[in-house]
Structure formats: structure tokens, C-alpha cells
């Protein structure tokens, strides 16, 4: 440079009809056009004609002519197709290159393709599918002559039915680098099939290349942390009477028709009792570890007690004892009972509260509480600390992303390995397998938590009580440490919520 004044942009206009120069040292070039010393300075390199590139996968190589467009017109193409290919013969190129397809692509500025690889085929993953537990939500309807309030408790199975099956993984096809190299193929991921072998066999049909699962024995189907099991189910045709005995039972109990006055069931797992017409006085239906389900309602009597760690579902319920540690689900009507329950949901329309004590944790929701008559009807809503809840539920959603995104990472992981492991990597990719498992049980016992928490956070505030038709004169309902009582005949829907240290109403 013998004169300053001249700019970078400038100089950078020039390089647009030069292609073939590389600048390599931008601090050299701005140094010689400021200082104008007449030193003879490197700046870059002189590339070649053409050159030929590989992809860091070495499934594909690209070529780029290193002339302008005008140039390249007048080029001889056979010099360029001759350098193209003996550089592709130094960097070892010797699969998927087309000479046709080269000269078909040829061009200037622009890199284009001269050879492609065989990409390796990952190989299909396994595809699980179980047996479906039948939903626990009660059709409440009428047809003008029966109140129906159906719904199936206990997922019974045969000995020999179908409760499972796997579709294998396949196997993965190799590739060919553009070297010619083979790239070794990824087998499709296997997925576990959880299941309790002591109850439950499996058959693999090599036809099909499926894995199948059966009961090994006639009961009632369980997942117990993500695993299928066949439980003990005592199933009575009939009724619960002088004829059977009380019943206490170590697993599920099917009652075909009603259970007798003074009578007893108790089980630790679901019980349901189908007759239509229900039960009356009997002395005591319990479940210790799940729920309960009585088809045709509660007559009790001023005697029946019914208790159960998980939920309740009965079309009616009058003069009895419930006492639930879930949801209590009835159809119509609650009379005269006394009932303590997390959640007490009566669904129906035309639904009632009538007389007794009804005490939840969360929330009660009912068309009608109460009664023109006027009978007198407490209800008690103990409440919750709704900050405390939010929080914790937040917290989880948080705690299961990160779990999710572990069980994401440890899945693209496993798709790394590759078959005919050594010893030493085989048992890396056991480790990343049981790693994967742990993860999908985690997330699964969160989201169970995190719907627990769904009951305290559908209520408003900390504890309501919904009345979507009528609220009658003599009810009084309390949640925490503050009363409500009804006077006069309210024939509106209506909230009663505890907020801000206060009741409201609304």
C-alpha cells in the first residue's frame, strides 16, 4: 500500500471478482491500508481452482469452483471436472460419486454435492401396548323412568386373556461412508414390559416378532408403580348373607347382587356391589387400600357404615355412616347422613343435601342443600392452605420438566449404541436402561402427586361449598372458623368460599 485512505469495504469490493482469494490475517490487511508502509505484507492464501470438501459425518462430500460466473462460462469444464475428481482421489473418495450427477450440478460461487454416502438405517423401536383400566367417572343419567348411575369398578380378567403386547425392535442396516467405510447401524430401542410374572406369562410369536402377555389366572387387573399384576378377586353371585358368611378378603370383591342386613365386607382392594337395588342395614363395607362402588344406592338404616381409602361412587345414600379419604360420588342424593371425605360431589341436576352432616376438606358441590321443609342440613368445609398447595404444585411441575428432560437426554443416549457391544459398553448400556426406567417411574409417581393436589386447587379459595340450583332456610355451613346459616329460601346457584381470612359469598 503506498497511499493512505483506501478502506476495508473498499478493499472487500475488490474480493467479489476474486474468488480465489482467501483473506486469512484481517489484522494484517487493516494495518497495511492505515499505515501505507510499503511493506510487503501476507494477507491470505491463493485457493485452488476447485475443492472438495467432506462432511464431519463422511456421508456426503461438496466441491466448489473457485472462479466468478463470467469466468466459469468461459472455463474449460473438463479441467474443472479433472481437478474436481483428483482432489476427490486425494481425500480417499470412493463411494457414491456420480460423474454425471457432478457435471449435472457443476457450478460456480456455490458449494454443490459430488458424492453421497449410505446413510445407516436406525432400526424401529418397540411398541408397548397394555390393557386399559376402565375410567372411574359415573354416567349419571334418566330416562324418565329409572335413575341410572352406571359404572364398572373392577377390571376383572380371565385365566388366558390378553393383557399385553410388544412389537420388537428391529434391527438397524449399515451404511457406507463416501471413504467407503461402513457405518455401523442403530438398533431400534427396546422397551421394558413391566409386568408381575407371577401372575401374568408371556408368549413370543417369532412370525409376528411380537411378545404377547396373558393371565396366568382368573381376578382383577392392577398397576402397582407402572407394573400389570392380576390380583386375588373373590367374586359372589349372589348376595353377601347367612349363605357366605361375612367377607374379609385379600383383594378385590365382586358382590353380583346386594349384601343382607348386619352383614360385612371388607377387603383391601375395591369393592362393588352391582344388585340395583343397593344395600340397606348392613353393618360394615370397607376397603382398605381402594374404592368402593354400590350400583343401586344406600339404604342404611341408621346403621350401615361404609369406609374406604380411596373413593366412593353410589347412586344414593341415606341414614348412614361414610367416611372416605377420597372423592364421595353420589348420583341423586345424600339423606341424613354423616360424611367426612376429602371431596363430596353430587352430580346430577336435580341432586340433593338434605338433613345430616357432611364435612370435606376441599369442597362440596350439590344442586340442592337443604330443603324446602326445612330440615335442618350442616355442612363443614375444614379447608386447606391454598398458598402451601399452589406452591408444592408448582414446585412438582418443575421437579417432573427436570425429570423429563433427564429421561429425553438418557433416551437419545441409549440411541448411540450401536450392536456387537464389547462387555464394557454393553454394561453402559444396561446402566442407561435402567436409568431410562427409573426416570419414566418417577415421572409417573409425580404426576400421580400432582393430581392429588387437583382437588384442593379446582376450590376456590381455601374451601367452597357450590350450590348450582337452591340453598334452603335452616342450613348452616361453616368452613374453618366461620359460619354461614340460610334463612330464607335462596333459589339461585351460589359460592360459599373462605378467603383472605373471611367467608364470602356469592
Do not use: H, W
Given at each position: 500500500v503506498i497511499e493512505k485512505g483506501y478502506s476495508v469495504s473498499a478493499f472487500n469490493q475488490l474480493l467479489v471478482n476474486l474468488p480465489r482469494v482467501k483473506i486469512v490475517d484481517f489484522i494484517a490487511l487493516k494495518a497495511a491500508l492505515k499505515d501505507a508502509d510499503e511493506k510487503i505484507l501476507k494477507i491470505g492464501?491463493?485457493?485452488?481452482?476447485?475443492?472438495?470438501?467432506?462432511?464431519?459425518?463422511?456421508?456426503?462430500a461438496k466441491a466448489m469452483v473457485n472462479l466468478t460466473n463470467d469466468e466459469f462460462r468461459e472455463y474449460d469444464k473438463k479441467v474443472i471436472l479433472e481437478s474436481i475428481l483428483k482432489q476427490s482421489s486425494e481425500k480417499a473418495i470412493i463411494y457414491g460419486q456420480d460423474i454425471n450427477m457432478v457435471l449435472a450440478n457443476i457450478r460456480a460461487i456455490e458449494s454443490f454435492v459430488v458424492a453421497t454416502?449410505?446413510?445407516?438405517?436406525?432400526?424401529?423401536?418397540?411398541?408397548?401396548?397394555?390393557?386399559?383400566?376402565?375410567?372411574?367417572e359415573p354416567e349419571v343419567f334418566q330416562d324418565g323412568k329409572v335413575n341410572h348411575y352406571e359404572l364398572n369398578l373392577i377390571n376383572r380378567v380371565n385365566k388366558d386373556d390378553w393383557l399385553g403386547e410388544r412389537i420388537e425392535p428391529t434391527k438397524g442396516v449399515e451404511g457406507v461412508s463416501v471413504l467407503g467405510n461402513k457405518i455401523p447401524p442403530i438398533d431400534g430401542r427396546q422397551e421394558t414390559l413391566k409386568y408381575d410374572p407371577n401372575t401374568?406369562?408371556?408368549?413370543?410369536?417369532?412370525?409376528?416378532?411380537?411378545?404377547?402377555?396373558?393371565a396366568k389366572r382368573a381376578g382383577a387387573v392392577v398397576y402397582i408403580k407402572e407394573r400389570i399384576s392380576v390380583s386375588n378377586y373373590l367374586d359372589i353371585q349372589g348376595d353377601v348373607s347367612f349363605h357366605t358368611g361375612n367377607i374379609d378378603f385379600d383383594g378385590f370383591v365382586d358382590v353380583s347382587n346386594t349384601v343382607e342386613d348386619n352383614f360385612t365386607v371388607t377387603a383391601d382392594d375395591d369393592v362393588q356391589v352391582m344388585g340395583l337395588m343397593g344395600i340397606g342395614g348392613v353393618d360394615l363395607i370397607e376397603s382398605k387400600h381402594g374404592n368402593i362402588y354400590i350400583r343401586g344406592g344406600i339404604a342404611g338404616k341408621n346403621?350401615?357404615?361404609?369406609?374406604?381409602?380411596?373413593?366412593?361412587?353410589?347412586?344414593?345414600?341415606?341414614?348412614?355412616t361414610i367416611e372416605c379419604a377420597g372423592i364421595v360420588n353420589i348420583g341423586y342424593y345424600a339423606m341424613n347422613c354423616h360424611i367426612k371425605a376429602k371431596e363430596v360431589i353430587l352430580e346430577a341436576a336435580n341432586?340433593?343435601?338434605?338433613g345430616g352432616y357432611t364435612e370435606a376438606t376441599a369442597r362440596v358441590l350439590v344442586s340442592e342443600l337443604g330443603s324446602r321443609a326445612g330440615v335442618q342440613t350442616k355442612v363443614h368445609i375444614t379447608g386447606f392452605d391454598r398458598a402451601k398447595i399452589k406452591q408444592d404444585y408448582d414446585l412438582l411441575d418443575a421437579v417432573i420438566e427436570g425429570a423429563r428432560s433427564k429421561m429425553?437426554?438418557?433416551?437419545?443416549?441409549?440411541?448411540q449404541f450401536s450392536i456387537n457391544l464389547e462387555e464394557k459398553e454393553r454394561f453402559k448400556q444396561q446402566q442407561k436402561e435402567e436409568e431410562y426406567e427409573k426416570y419414566k417411574t418417577q415421572i409417573e409417581e409425580l404426576l400421580n402427586r400432582k393430581t392429588s393436589y387437583v382437588s384442593f386447587l379446582r376450590a376456590k379459595g381455601e374451601g367452597e361449598v357450590v350450590i348450582k340450583k337452591?340453598?334452603?332456610?335452616?342450613?348452616?355451613?361453616?368452613?374453618?372458623?366461620?359460619?354461614y346459616i340460610?334463612?330464607?329460601e335462596e333459589l339461585l346457584s351460589s359460592i360459599v368460599y373462605y378467603e383472605d381470612y373471611e367467608l364470602h359469598k356469592e
Open positions: 492464501d491463493y485457493k485452488p481452482l476447485t475443492e472438495v470438501t467432506i462432511s464431519k459425518e463422511f456421508l456426503q454416502g449410505k446413510e445407516p438405517i436406525r432400526g424401529n423401536d418397540a411398541i408397548v401396548k397394555m390393557y386399559r383400566m376402565n375410567l372411574l401374568i406369562r408371556t408368549t413370543y410369536d417369532e412370525e409376528k416378532n411380537m411378545t404377547f402377555l396373558y346403621k350401615a357404615v361404609i369406609r374406604c381409602s380411596g373413593n366412593l361412587y353410589t347412586k344414593f345414600a341415606a341414614d348412614c341432586s340433593q343435601i338434605i429425553n437426554r438418557t433416551k437419545k443416549e441409549l440411541e337452591a340453598l334452603y332456610q335452616n342450613v348452616s355451613i361453616s368452613i374453618k372458623d366461620d359460619k340460610c334463612a330464607d
